[in-house]
């Protein structure tokens, strides 16, 4: 509410006291429920509040170096985004210059904001609740279950002696430091074996070098026309690239020999790996859980027992789930199509009858038919369908069964 006029020795004085006793015990605010509200420095010290269904707008003023210090409580309590504006080049908590900074999470009712100039063009967030998010950040503020952080692209490299954490369409958590390396940050999923099965074992990529660290796991490389080669020193998250370089070649990375990490569906298998696939066309990939090897071309290899995901260019751009009895193969369409971004595959039998394949944490099948009954080992294959070279990075493994 605004101040309220108060006019001495008349017929309105009850009147006049109730309003500045609801005055005095409200504080000064200020409807900002309809339009645009554009604030002036004669403004500074009050609050905004915004009730509103639909998207609503507040304007800071154009400020310099005498305002330094003055504040606006901005709050919305209604289902409509609202945005505050920066004028001039004025910048909100390191976004963008002349940029905004916007609550517009679905169902958030409830939200304010404290903005405090701390310098002739700087508004910094003083105190707040709700999501808030800038061109370069989203800000959680008071989220009594933990913050949230909003799926963006990446974000602007940061200043000198700051990092940005952030999650990306991937749903995965990144971090950015101030040289602008992007680094992806693996969740227990992706690097945890689960230790309390009788038997886990797994493998990560060692920077510069195409020998993985094992853990209780032997691994080989084998195959025809092709190689392999490692991400150098430092990278991270740290790979080996498969590849193969003419028609008909194909490699195989990570097959494991008898009496180091063999399962069965039986003893229930939990295995993740981390993938990008590098070549998105002409190519065939498959990464998962074999009998034996096989030349990774085509969608049906011969007698294998398999729990495996497959991308085959040649039949579609997405990623299939299979399962193979040793006779009788059962692809799956996952819905998500191969990228040339780090993807989690995971493989888990739950029980003797079910096995379940999750894309980057999602569940996207169960299998229930054609099962494999033979000993199982992990696997990555990479074969190319053209004259033309083909390529597949693999970061890490790990793996858990109770056999």
Not at 8 to 33: F, N, P, Q, V
Not at 105 to 122: D, K, N
Not at 219 to 228: E, F, H, P, V
Not at 301 to 310: K, Q, T
Request: aromatic share 10%; with cysteine.
């Amino acid at each position: 509410m605004s101040k309220p006029d108060v006019t001495i020795g008349t017929a309105t004085k009850r009147a006049d006291y109730l309003k500045l006793s609801d005055y005095i015990s409200k504080g000064d605010y200020i409807d900002g429920s309809a339009g645009t509200t554009v604030l002036a420095t004669a403004d500074f010290g009050r609050t905004v509040i915004v009730n509103s269904a639909s998207a609503r707008q507040v304007s800071l003023p154009s400020v310099d170096t005498p305002e330094i210090g003055g504040w606006f409580r901005i709050v919305k309590l209604g289902a409509g985004n609202v945005t505050v504006q920066a004028a001039d080049s004025d910048t909100i908590n390191g976004g963008a210059a002349g940029g905004s900074i916007i609550c517009n999470v679905a169902g958030e009712t409830f939200a304010y904001i404290t903005l405090r100039l701390v310098s002739a063009t700087a508004w910094v967030i003083e105190s707040g609740i709700g999501s808030w998010n800038t061109s370069a950040s989203m800000f959680l503020l008071g989220y009594p279950d933990g913050p949230l952080l909003k799926q963006i692209a990446t974000p602007a490299t940061p200043a000198a002696g700051y990092n940005r954490l952030y999650s990306k369409s991937d749903k995965l958590l990144y971090n950015l430091n101030s040289d602008g390396v992007e680094t992806q940050i693996p969740d227990g999923m992706t690097v945890i074996p689960i230790l309390s099965s009788r038997r886990w074992g797994g493998w990560r990529a060692r920077p510069g070098s195409t020998t993985p660290d094992y853990v209780m796991l032997a691994g080989t490389i084998g195959g025809s026309g092709g190689a392999t080669s490692a991400s150098g020193a430092g990278v991270e998250p740290a790979y080996i690239e498969i590849y193969t370089q003419n028609l008909g070649g194909h490699m195989y990375g990570w097959y494991a020999s008898s009496n180091s990490w063999e399962a069965t569906k039986g003893s229930l298998p939990d295995v993740t790996f981390r993938i990008r696939f590098q070549t998105l066309s002409s190519v065939c990939c498959w990464i998962g859980l074999t009998d034996a090897t096989w030349t990774a071309a085509g969608g049906d290899p011969a007698s294998r027992h398999l729990a495996i995901f497959r991308f085959a260019s040649n039949t579609s751009p997405n990623i299939y789930s299979v399962t193979k009895d040793g006779t009788t193969i059962n692809p799956v369409d996952s819905g998500v199509a191969a990228a040339a971004a780090w993807t989690t595959l995971r493989i888990v039998a739950p029980n003797a009858n079910q096995i379940d394949f999750y894309i980057n944490g999602v569940l996207k099948a169960s299998h229930v038919a054609n099962l494999p009954t033979a000993i199982l080992f992990p696997w990555a294959a990479v074969q190319t369908l053209a004259a033309a070279s083909a390529y597949i990075r693999v970061g890490s493994f790990f793996g858990s069964f109770n056999g």
